[in-house]
């Protein structure tokens, strides 16, 4: 519910938000509107203030149960440039930009649920972004009025801890929420040093299991050597024993991870839309390869141990 303010409220949370941004240096501040029905007041809690219940997106549930809904904020010009989105270039007949996926439908609304044209939004993975807003059209095709509910501040600069901890209090004392993150490429540079750390581990363990292999094979070894057997044959063996392991360790390892995030995030499954595609492909194509090249080339040299026979 989004409480009524008067102009002198609204004033007052104004000069805090300018108190707070004075302190980032020269930040980017958008105003917030949520969109409402006017005519709809909620009186809330006893005691407590009335407010307009915002109209909201979800996916489409049977009656009685519980639907997990999302809030329309207002599409205007300052937060669609946010997006990297310019208004005059959304269709006309487009009523509602959303991160969400699959069949929505609108809520707090007097009208009947109707399913919304929409048109896929860039998702940030901030939480304190917008994830789904509504298009002036749609807004005054249905009458709908926006309500400010805050404002976006985005610092120019990374923030120092000073910086960060005086933000907090003043944000504190106004009862505005911070959000405060790593740059993406330090996330990127820290997934890479993760792939690239379990991909070591993975091939250590992996050459020791190879070896073991190797150690109990030794007598089918002997036989291919005894036989005539050149070095390729016996390269082509443990680069495929290596390749094969690796590639099973790696889908084992994707497919658990994924589980094991599902199991958490299962109440947001969007979550794991964002693939990292890049690292996948260096975990499940690039570990099993390079395992099988490390396979063939150290499998090279004929261990002297193959042309005398072990006694018991």
Do not use: C
């Not at 310019?86 to 487009?94: K, L």
Request: aromatic fraction near 4%; hydrophobic fraction near 45%; avoid cysteine.
């Amino acid at each position: 519910m989004i409480p009524v303010r008067t102009p002198v409220q609204l004033a007052s949370l104004q000069a805090q938000l300018e108190a707070m941004a004075g302190n980032l240096g020269t930040p980017t501040v958008t105003p917030l509107d949520m969109a409402v029905v006017a005519s709809y007041t909620d009186p809330g809690e006893p005691g407590g203030q009335p407010g307009h219940p915002a109209v909201e997106i979800g996916p489409p549930v049977a009656d009685r149960q519980e639907m997990t809904t999302y809030p329309l904020y207002v599409a205007t010009p300052e937060l669609l440039r946010l997006y990297g989105l310019d208004s005059a270039a959304i269709a006309a007949d487009t009523e509602v930009l959303t991160a969400r996926t699959g069949a929505l439908e609108l809520v707090n609304i007097p009208e009947r649920r109707v399913y919304p044209k929409t048109r896929p939004l860039p998702d940030t993975r901030y939480t304190s972004m917008p994830n789904s807003m509504v298009t002036a059209s749609m807004m005054a095709r249905h009458g709908w009025q926006p309500a400010r509910v805050g404002w976006l501040v985005a610092a120019d600069h990374p923030l120092t801890e000073r910086e960060l901890t005086t933000a907090r209090n003043l944000a504190t004392s106004a009862g505005f929420t911070i959000e405060s993150r790593h740059e993406r490429a330090s996330l990127g540079s820290l997934r890479t040093g993760a792939v690239a750390a379990g991909a070591l581990l993975a091939l250590g363990i992996l050459a020791m299991t190879v070896g073991l292999i190797r150690g109990e094979a030794a007598g089918d070894l002997r036989t291919l050597t005894a036989t005539g057997a050149p070095r390729r044959i016996r390269r082509t063996l443990t680069a495929t024993t290596a390749g094969a392991l690796a590639l099973l360790g790696a889908l084992l390892g994707v497919v658990g991870a994924y589980v094991g995030l599902a199991s958490v995030l299962h109440r947001d499954l969007d979550a794991l839309t964002d693939v990292p595609v890049a690292h996948l492909a260096a975990t499940v194509v690039g570990l099993p390869l390079l395992a099988a090249v490390a396979g063939w080339v150290l499998a090279g040299r004929e261990p002297q141990w193959l042309g005398r026979r072990r006694l018991d």
